[in-house]
């Protein structure tokens, strides 16, 4: 048999064979990589939760009491309402041996995770304090951009 003869029936057998074998695999590959894109999507959908379900809902909240704000330089005290959902800020200094007491009106809100203490004329609330650092009588939150504590003195 001559060596000439086999060469040219030979290559496009395999290259038939190679092309049919290549296309089959590409499929099949293309369609595994989606199926599985697919389940890894529906996984994720599912097991997902919405953050939002474990909290409360937006708009007013309700405390009581009046807090003391520590460390403030003012003597600075925040008096909850529940009823009208504001907090009345009252700050005490001394200025030169005369005790001068000032009070300011703030409207209380949630956003689902915590408090926010801000004027009704403000876009930046002044304090915001989570409701998962809420203890009996002491709460951890942000005043003025400082961590403070709030220390229930009175309540209603």
Same mark, same amino acid.
């Given at each position: ?17 190679? #092309?049919?074998?290549?296309?089959? $695999? @590409? +499929? ?7 199926? /599985? ?54 700050? #005490?200094?001394?200025?030169?041996? $005369? @005790? +001068? ?7 209380? /809100? ?47």
């Amino acid at each position: 048999m001559n060596k000439s003869n086999l060469q040219p029936n030979l290559f496009p057998v395999l290259f038939r064979f190679y #092309d049919r074998m290549q296309s089959s $695999f @590409l +499929s099949t590959v293309s369609v595994s990589i989606l199926s /599985l894109i697919l389940v890894f999507l529906l996984i994720s959908t599912l097991s997902c939760k919405d953050d939002e379900q474990d909290y409360k809902e937006e708009g007013p909240i309700q405390l009581e009491g009046i807090w003391e704000i520590h460390p403030s330089a003012t003597h600075a005290k925040l008096d909850f309402n529940t009823k009208s959902g504001y907090a009345t800020l009252i700050t #005490d200094t001394n200025i030169e041996g $005369f @005790l +001068s007491r000032e009070t300011s009106e703030f409207i209380l /809100l949630s956003d689902g995770k915590g408090v926010r203490i801000q004027g009704e004329s403000e876009t930046v609330p002044t304090g915001y304090f989570l409701f998962q650092d809420r203890k009996k009588e002491v709460w951890l939150g942000l005043w003025k951009e400082e961590l403070v504590r709030l220390v229930q003195i009175k309540s209603n």
